[in-house]
Antibody, heavy 119, light 112 residues
Framework: QLQLQESGPGLVKPSETLSLTCTVS??????????WGWIRQPPGKGLEWIGS???????YYNPSLKSRVTISVDTSKNQFSLKLSSVTAADTAVYYC???????????WGQGTLVTVSS | QSVLTQPPSVSGAPGQRVTISCTGS?????????VHWYQQLPGTAPKLLIY???NRPSGVPDRFSGSKSGTSASLAITGLQAEDEADYYC????????????FGTGTKVTVL
């Protein structure tokens, strides 16, 4: 059974770079059938897609975040990562990683990790 | 930034039927892209509930059903149960936003 787990600092200072890693277990991240995505949810608010990556390294980003986002993949570790630069309090959210199908739905999701931007 | 609009809340008594609408536009649902639905129980990650407009993943009760027409989609819950109290989100693809996946604004379902 495929499982995803987010990891990274829970507190980031304003203007710095948020860095998270998603570790995939129970399956290979190199499967040609899927993309791997990041989604976030500010406290008490809705879901926002951040971006997705294919195992080959092809990336697709939310236009509203594109200038600050980098998603990468490490197939040797079965992991993919998110970097979000120049963070502000508005980037405080629970960050989820998820498997994305070629028909654009997300399943399964990781449990999520809360990242707070504060000095 | 949500381009898919849902009612903020719906409620119903146990056993009743409730529906949640998801209204998009000609660049997402109206363009023929599929709609997917997620259930988010309090304090947990979203869980896929419906994919491809009307398909249920294994393990999802048949009380949940989805449909799509024109620029809108709907999720119906029949025989509402207490454990259905959660937030529900629709999701699709939008061709006008550089290949963005877009989520609905979310609907809180309350079981009275």
């Amino acid at each position: 059974q495929l499982q995803l787990q987010e990891s990274g600092p829970g507190l980031v200072k304003p203007s710095e770079t948020l860095s998270l890693t998603c570790t995939v277990s129970g399956g290979s991240i190199s499967s040609s059938s899927y993309y791997w995505g990041w989604i976030r949810q500010p406290p008490g608010k809705g879901l926002e897609w951040i971006g997705s990556i294919y195992y080959s390294g092809s990336t697709y980003y939310n236009p509203s975040l594109k200038s600050r986002v980098t998603i990468s993949v490490d197939t040797s570790k079965n992991q993919f990562s998110l970097k979000l630069s120049s963070v502000t309090a508005a980037d405080t959210a629970v960050y989820y990683c998820a498997k994305e199908t070629h028909d654009f739905w997300f399943d399964p999701w990781g449990q999520g990790t809360l990242v707070t931007v504060s000095s | 930034q949500s381009v898919l609009t849902q009612p903020p809340s719906v409620s119903g008594a146990p056993g009743q039927r409730v529906t949640i609408s998801c209204t998009g536009s000609s660049s997402n649902i109206g363009a023929g892209y599929d709609v997917h639905w997620y259930q988010q129980l309090p304090g947990t990650a979203p869980k896929l509930l419906i994919y491809g407009n009307s398909n249920r993943p294994s393990g999802v009760p048949d009380r949940f059903s989805g449909s799509k027409s024109g620029t809108s989609a709907s999720l119906a819950i029949t025989g509402l149960q207490a454990e259905d109290e959660a937030d529900y989100y629709c999701q699709s693809y939008d061709s006008s936003l550089s290949g963005s996946k877009v989520f609905g604004t979310g609907t809180k379902v309350t079981v009275l």
